[in-house]
Each structure stands twice: as structure tokens, then as C-alpha cells.
């Protein structure tokens, strides 16, 4: 079945370094991959995604790139917030048979940004 | 009110009580969602309904029941929890279930603890 990995947390930085935070997946076919970020006390809020192979999600600084030969989807910002400190999470998503629509996570990665 | 809203944020029961989580969306999608989020666990997939049909039912016990009167509105019925039932109970909701181009939208969850 679909899966979702993602690099063990947390992650702790100093404001203004940069942060990786590694996804990789295993999906028959060609799923959408997304990143949702869960501030605390809230949901989840899409921050970016990417639909095909070599497509590059960006938003609010961040970005990842669908990497179809290594099936990854590795997020980054070259200079994190304090404000960027939540626990953050990769998905994907298959169109068609029983999983339709269907979004499969990860285990989520907790961010610490300290100033 | 926009987005996904979901009432109680906050709900303490025993094991006996009966209780009702709701979520209601203001975006105008036909699929919803509930998720359960545990500490160290991944985002668990309770149940999906799509234009009011439940499409997906994930294996949950019966002690969770849930109900969508209408593509605005689902709720999550409780009864005779067990404590490993506390977590963060979570509403989503989706345009439909077409394509994996499938961006959900979360409500801010429902903490549940049972004692």
C-alpha cells in the first residue's frame, strides 16, 4: 500500500538557518504530494504541493520538488522564523481506484525555532 | 463563521457517557472527513463521506459512529470510549473525491480525553 516517511524529529534550529525536513514515498503510479504545516492549537493548512514529476511547490519561502527517481518530496527554506516552529507533515494523494482522493501521511516532523 | 469549524474544542467523558463531536464546512465541498491524530502515531483516516454517502469506513470500532445529514455538516458519535480513544479528533473537507489533486481543508480538531 501507499506510504509516507519522513525524517525523525524534532528538528531544533537558531532563527535564520536553513531547514530540510526529508519525505519519501512509495505509491503505484503517479500520486500528488503535498506538505501541511499544523501550527499549535490548530489544524492542518496546506502549505504547498506539487501534481507531477519535477514540479516545484512553493509557498511563504518554503519549497519542495517532486522527485520522481528518488520518489521524494524533501521540504526547505533557506532562513527560518520563530514563527516557523510547528509540526509539519508529507502527504500524498492517488487519483482513481479505492484510494481516491484519499490523502496518506506521514508521521509528521516537529520544527523548534529559536531566536 | 468560515472554513472548517468543529465544536467542542475541548471534551472530557468517561466511558460511559455519550457524547458528539460536530464539524461544519463553509466552503461549499462535498467531501468530508474525520481523522484521528495520536501522539506519536500518524494521522489515522476514520471515515470518509462524499455527497452525503459514507465511502470509506477504516476499520473503526463501532463505538465511533458517524453521521453527515448533509454536505455541510458531520458529526462523530461516541459511546463507551476506552482511554486509548484520547487524541486529537480531526474534520476535513474536500471539493470531492476526484483526482489526486485532492487539497483537504482542516477544521482546528476536537481534544478528546477520556477517562
Known amino acids: 500500500g501507499d506510504s509516507v516517511t519522513q525524517m525523525e524529529g524534532p528538528v531544533t534550529l537558531s532563527e535564520e538557518a536553513c531547514l530540510t525536513i526529508n519525505c519519501t514515498y512509495t505509491a503505484t503510479g503517479y500520486p500528488s504530494l503535498f506538505w501541511y504545516v499544523q501550527y499549535p492549537g490548530e489544524g492542518l493548512q496546506l502549505l504547498l504541493k506539487a501534481t507531477k514529476a519535477d514540479d516545484k511547490g512553493s509557498n511563504k519561502g518554503f519549497e519542495a520538488t517532486y522527485r520522481k527517481e528518488t520518489t521524494s518530496f524533501h521540504l526547505e527554506k533557506g532562513s527560518v522564523q520563530v514563527s516557523d516552529s510547528a509540526v509539519y507533515f508529507c502527504a500524498l494523494s492517488r487519483a482513481g481506484g479505492t484510494s481516491y482522493g484519499k490523502l496518506t501521511f506521514g508521521q509528521g516532523t516537529i520544527l523548534t525555532v529559536h531566536p | 463563521e468560515t472554513g472548517v469549524t468543529q465544536t467542542p474544542r475541548h471534551l472530557v467523558m468517561g466511558m460511559t457517557n455519550k457524547k458528539s463531536l460536530k464539524c461544519e464546512q463553509h466552503l461549499g465541498h462535498n467531501a468530508m472527513y474525520w481523522y484521528k491524530q495520536s501522539a506519536k502515531k500518524p494521522l489515522e483516516l476514520m471515515f470518509v463521506y462524499n455527497f452525503k454517502e459514507q465511502t470509506e469506513n477504516n476499520s473503526v470500532p463501532s463505538r465511533f459512529s458517524p453521521e453527515c445529514p448533509n454536505s455541510s455538516h458531520l458529526f462523530l458519535h461516541l459511546h463507551t470510549l476506552q482511554p486509548e480513544d484520547s487524541a486529537l479528533y480531526l474534520c476535513?473537507?474536500?471539493?470531492?473525491?476526484?483526482?489526486?489533486?485532492?487539497?483537504?481543508?482542516f477544521g482546528p480538531g476536537t481534544r478528546l480525553t477520556v477517562l
Open positions: 476535513a473537507s474536500s471539493q470531492s473525491l476526484a483526482g489526486g489533486d485532492n487539497e483537504q481543508f
